[in-house]
């Protein structure tokens, strides 16, 4: 299961991973854009009670770092388009 899935699933969730963790409700919210941080992937997984697994978690991290990436190179690329005249 995905983290966002079991955020939603019961009322109260995010705010209790968050008081968990150390960290704001914010944060929480934030992961399910950016991802979970690395070193609390095994901690966020254990609070699941293995619902949402430590690879689950990793995958959407690469996944949500690929899609940053993406937009940094695109609007770092040079524009090579040349007007003819």
Known sequence: ME???WLDAERGR???LAE???RS???VTLWRRDG?????????SAFTK???PVSTLLKHALECADKRSR???H???????????
């Open 71 to 73: 937009v940094v190179n």
């Open 14 to 16: 995010a705010k209790a």
């Open 75 to 85: 609007e770092q690329a040079p524009r090579t388009s040349k007007v003819e005249s």
């Open 25 to 27: 409700k914010v944060a």
């Open 50 to 52: 293995g619902a949402v």
């Open 3 to 5: 983290l966002t899935k």
């Open 36 to 44: 979970v941080p690395m070193p609390l992937m095994r901690e966020v």
């Open 20 to 22: 968990h963790v150390g």
